[in-house]
């Protein structure tokens, strides 16, 4: 069994435990839900520069503990100080050592968008990810059928989020219908072995079709890594491990923004 397999079995229970304690209504009486969305999308377009969402990410299955002085309030504050285009927050206990109410703490003071990032497998999930605060929400091809990525981003429409749907290899691309999904992640980590390759977002870029916005996720560390990147058609990246192991977030951010820049 893979760590994709593990991870997915525990998100069932976890449905099951949410589903026993909520119906879908009562998270309309959660504070954050009828506040008014930031758009992800809009934030990370720009002429001048790649988009750049950060990531608050404690701990990671196949690198575990990431930051020993990890402070969810304290890194999204640096994160909003240097202007960060978004934050994505991963949600996951089990495996990210992350938490839902990390989300709900940082929508209290955010201003920039959140992207909630975990394993959603149903529309629970979802209105759950509204309530607390998300402006958007990751879908994840590898782990979904047809229906349930068009079902699920059906259901974000209905709570007013964004959806970033993440492929991993060209398999996925049948199940995507791109007049819906046109906001497209590209993982270079492999889900079932966790290992990283940045060729991907190359070569998913050249058959994904174009009016897509695609996004480079995972693996980026350096200049170079963005380099590659500006040769293709992704117009932003999504980086969590860099930051999280940097001793100065908010230096390493800047300087990181300066390799974004396009070349004038």
Known sequence: M??????????KDEVNKLKSEYSLSSF??????????????????HSDRLGIITEIKRAS????????DFDHIGIANIYMENQTDAISILTDKNFFQGDINYLREIAEFKTTPLLRKDFIIDEYQIFEAKANGADAILLIAETLSKNQIAELTGAAAE???EVLLEIHSGIQIDKIDFTKNSFIGVNNRDLSSFNVNLGVSRELS?????GVFLISES??????????IKK?????????????RSDNIGEELKIFKEWCLYES
């Open 219 to 228: 693996g980026i560390k350096s200049r170079d890594d963005i380099i590659e």
């Open 159 to 161: 709570c007013g989020l």
């Open 232 to 244: 293709t058609k992704i117009k932003a990246v999504l980086v969590g491990e860099h930051f999280m």
């Open 61 to 68: 299955p196949s690198k575990g503990l990431l930051k020993e």
């Open 2 to 11: 893979s760590i994709l397999d593990d991870i997915l079995k525990v998100k």
């Open 28 to 45: 309309r009486d959660f504070e954050f839900f009828d506040f008014p969305v930031r758009s992800l999308k809009d934030s990370l377009t």
């Open 206 to 210: 050249e058959i994904i079709p174009d």
